[in-house]
C-alpha cells in the first residue's frame, strides 16, 4: 500500500506541474498586460498606420489625388489621419510605460471617433451628390457601405473602451477597430478598377490579415487565440455582407434616392458604375 501511496504523490506532483506550466504559460489576468504582448500591439497598430498613410501618399505621387477636394474632404482627412496619430502615439506610450498619458488621450480619442462618426457620412453623402464616387464603386453601394463599415469601426471601439481595464481584450478590440477603416489606404495600393464588382469588399477585407495574424500569434504564445480577434472577423464579414444585401434591395434604392434628393445625381441608377475619368 506505500509503494501505491507514494506512485499516486508522484503522480499528482506530476499533474500539479503541468497545470503550473499550463497556467505560467497563459499567465495574463484581466488587468495586466505582458511587455512582448504591449510590443505586439504596438508594431501591428504602428504598421497599420504606415499602410494606411502609404496609400495615400502614393495617390499623391501619381498625381491621382490632390489638394482641390472640397472643403468637408480635407476636414475628414484630417479627422481621420489624427485620430489614426492618436491611436499609434496610445500604443507606443502603453508599450513604453505611459500608462497615465495612454489614458488622457483615450478621452480624446473618444472625441475624435465621434467627429469622423459624423463626418464619414457627409462626406459620402458629398460625394454621391457631386459625382465624385470612384468608378470602381456602384454609388448605391459606397453611400450604404462606408456607413455601415464605419459603424463597425464605432461599435469594435465603444466595446473597447467598455472594457479598457482588460488589458486582453482592449487593445485587440483597439486593432479591430483600426482593421475596419483600412479599407482607403489599402484600396489605394491595390488595382481596383480590376476588381470589380466586389472592390469595396476586397480592399476592406484584406485588412481581415490583421486578426489572423494576431490569432497565429496567440496560439503560439497563449496556447489559444483570444476571442477578441474572432469578434473582430465577425463584425468585418458582418458589414461587408450587411452593407451588400441592403444595396441591393429597395431599401438600398430608397437610401440613395433620399441621399441624392435635390443634386445632379438624383434619379440616376445607382447600380450603374460612374464612368472612368478621362486618362
Known amino acids: 500500500m506505500a509503494t501505491h501511496s507514494h506512485n499516486e504523490d508522484i503522480q499528482n506532483l506530476q499533474t500539479a506541474l503541468r497545470q503550473d506550466a499550463r497556467g505560467t504559460r497563459m499567465s495574463t489576468t484581466p488587468n495586466q498586460t505582458p511587455s512582448k504582448d504591449l510590443a505586439f500591439f504596438r508594431t501591428t497598430i504602428t504598421a497599420m498606420a504606415i499602410v494606411e498613410i502609404a496609400g495615400f501618399v502614393i495617390q499623391l505621387a501619381m ?11 480635407h476636414l475628414h482627412a484630417v479627422v481621420f489621419m489624427g485620430w489614426v496619430a492618436i491611436l499609434v502615439t496610445q500604443a507606443w506610450l502603453a508599450a513604453g510605460g505611459g500608462v497615465r498619458l495612454h489614458r488622457a488621450l483615450g478621452g480624446l480619442a473618444v472625441i475624435w471617433m465621434l467627429a469622423m462618426s459624423v463626418l464619414g457620412p457627409l462626406v459620402t453623402i458629398a460625394s454621391a451628390r457631386t459625382g465624385r464616387v470612384p468608378f470602381f464603386f456602384q454609388p448605391q453601394h459606397f453611400v450604404i457601405a462606408n456607413p ?3 459603424l463597425g469601426a464605432v461599435g469594435l471601439f465603444v466595446a473597447a473602451v467598455v472594457l479598457r481595464k482588460n488589458r486582453e481584450w482592449h ?13 482607403p489606404g489599402v484600396g489605394r495600393i491595390i488595382p481596383m478598377p480590376f476588381l470589380k464588382p466586389y472592390a469595396f469588399e476586397i480592399a476592406t477585407g484584406l ?6 495574424i494576431g490569432i497565429v500569434r496567440d496560439w503560439r504564445v497563449r496556447g489559444r487565440p483570444h476571442p477578441a480577434w474572432f469578434w473582430a472577423i465577425g463584425v468585418l464579414v458582418a458589414t461587408l455582407v450587411v452593407a451588400r444585401v441592403v444595396a441591393l434591395s429597395p431599401a438600398g434604392e430608397a437610401i440613395f434616392a433620399a441621399a441624392t434628393a435635390g443634386s445632379p445625381a438624383a434619379h440616376t441608377d445607382g447600380l450603374v458604375y460612374p464612368k472612368p475619368p478621362p486618362l
Do not use: K
Open 148 to 150: 455601415v463599415t464605419l
Open 63 to 73: 498625381g491621382r489625388s490632390s489638394f482641390g477636394a472640397p472643403l468637408i474632404v
Open 207 to 212: 485588412a481581415v490579415i490583421v486578426p489572423l
Open 171 to 183: 487593445p485587440r478590440l483597439q486593432v479591430g477597430s483600426f482593421m475596419m477603416l483600412m479599407g
